[in-house]
């Protein structure tokens, strides 16, 4: 089982919608979790930190679940802009590193 | 602003060839990292470091080493280049270890 699950999608939508992704993530010691959004043939970018149970940027939320061990991002009122990859990242203290999922497809569509 | 610069976006070497991949970042990050990206299988961590002249091995240090002579650089090593390290290589770095890390560009490096 990876460490970190992203369904890749696409997940295709109409502008103005409102999207939801899951990631799960296998270990219970994963202390603090990250979204990173990631156009095509760019870097990474960090879209949001996640240390408590949530957190909220604008149209942007994401939710932590411990108990079920997984996050969510939340993303209302879609642009055509928002269209990219969006990466869940989880650190667990033992392995003092980051664990990026493979990425979930958003596309935004007219 | 955090700024990770990578010294080539493309580059193309031939097989058995020692390639450099050079790194800096100006934001006096203690931990630097070097990772591959490739479709489906998302990014993979082959070395970091927390200090200078530290290094540790990442989920797929084979092939690869890395420097740490000075904090700001951190350069990857592909001692003979293979057609199977054909991929994108993301440099990034970060604070502390727990907190975000910041990428550089990239370099998409084909070996032939």
């Known amino acids: 089982r990876k460490e970190v699950e992203q369904d890749p999608g696409p997940f295709n939508v109409p502008e103005g919608a409102t999207v939801a992704f899951n990631c799960t993530y296998s270990n219970s010691a994963s202390q603090s979790f990250f979204w990173y959004r990631q156009d095509c043939r760019k870097e990474p970018k960090l879209l949001m930190s996640v240390y408590s149970s949530g957190n909220e940027d604008g149209r942007f939320t994401a939710q932590l679940n411990r108990a079920s061990q997984y996050i969510s991002l939340l993303i209302r009122d879609s642009k055509l802009s928002d269209s990219a990859t969006y990466l869940c990242v989880a650190f667990t203290g033992g392995g003092n590193k980051l664990t990026f999922g493979t990425g979930t497809q958003l596309k935004v569509e007219l | 602003d955090v700024k990770v610069t990578q010294s080539s976006r493309y580059l193309v070497k031939r097989t058995g060839e020692k390639v450099f991949l050079e790194c800096v970042q100006d934001m006096d990050h203690e931990n630097m990292f070097w990772y591959r990206q490739d479709p489906g299988l998302g990014l993979r961590l082959i070395y970091f470091s927390y200090d200078v002249k530290m290094k540790e091995k990442g989920d797929i240090p084979e092939g690869y080493s890395v420097s740490r002579e000075k904090k700001e650089r951190f350069s990857l090593i592909l001692e003979s280049a293979s057609t199977n390290q054909t991929s994108m290589y993301l440099c990034?770095?970060?604070?502390?270890?727990?907190?975000?890390?910041?990428f550089g560009d990239g370099t998409r490096l084909s070996i032939l």
């Open positions: 990034a770095s970060s604070r502390m270890s727990n907190q975000p890390q910041h």
